[in-house]
């Protein structure tokens, strides 16, 4: 079955500093990987994705994310935070099978240090 | 363009009440879906659509209903609620199958 899993809940950086959000999946064959992003009190907005090829992705907001198959992880990164970064942030993978799932993490919420 | 757009923002109800949540979306994208959000457990679907006229259970289905009689209308329904259907709702629609979901600004549902 589908898994998603973030490792850590919360993550505190300073402003300026670069950003590391682990996420690993769990699906037989090639997944659809998504990462998503929720301010306080809002929806979820489409940060990437990745369907096929470059397995290095770049998303909005200056945000990237690598598609690693041998490590089953798909983790989003960015070089330097802004204080405008603080949110939580969401990993999921799509099913394939026919549900049309989006299967989502736990979520890691980021707090950064001024 | 509202993109997708959700009624109410918040509610509380009795337990054992019924309510009915709206979701409308103006992009024309023939799937839709109502999740739930509770802290730690990230989003679960409960009920999603193909298109109009169509609906499917998600992971989580047991004690809800949905209707999408028309393409942009996606309704979730709590006929008997209870405490444990306490939670934030969000809808999301997509173009096609497993490509980018737009979502709601969520439903605040407390029941007490």
């Known amino acids: 079955a589908q898994s998603v899993t973030q490792p850590d809940i919360h993550i505190t950086v300073s402003e300026g500093a670069s950003l590391e959000l682990r996420c690993n999946y769990s699906?037989?064959?090639?997944?659809?990987l998504f990462w998503y992003v929720q301010s306080p009190g809002q929806g979820l907005q489409l940060l990437l994705k990745y369907f096929s090829g470059d397995t290095l992705v770049q998303g909005i907001k200056g945000f990237e994310a690598e598609f690693k198959r041998s490590q089953s992880s798909f983790n989003l990164r960015k070089p330097s935070v802004h204080w405008s970064d603080a949110a939580e942030y969401f990993c999921a993978v799509g099913d394939q099978t026919g549900a049309n799932n989006l299967f989502f993490g736990t979520g890691t919420r980021l707090t950064v240090i001024p | 363009n509202a993109g997708v757009t959700q009624t109410p923002k918040f509610r509380v109800l009795k337990t054992g009440q019924s309510m009915t949540l709206l979701c409308a979306q103006d992009m024309n994208h023939e799937y839709m879906y109502w999740y739930r959000q509770d802290p730690g457990m990230g989003l679960r679907l409960i009920h999603y659509?193909?298109?109009?006229?169509?609906?499917a259970k998600g992971e989580v289905p047991d004690g809800y209903n949905v209707s999408r009689l028309k393409k942009q209308n996606f309704l979730l329904g709590l006929e008997s609620a209870a405490p444990s259907q306490t939670s934030v709702y969000f809808c999301?629609?997509?173009?096609?199958?497993?490509?980018?979901?737009?979502f709601g600004p969520g439903t605040r549902l407390t029941v007490t």
């Open positions: 999301a629609s997509s173009y096609l199958q497993l490509y980018e979901q737009y």
């Open positions: 699906y037989g064959a090639t997944p659809y």
């Open positions: 659509s193909v298109g109009e006229g169509t609906t």
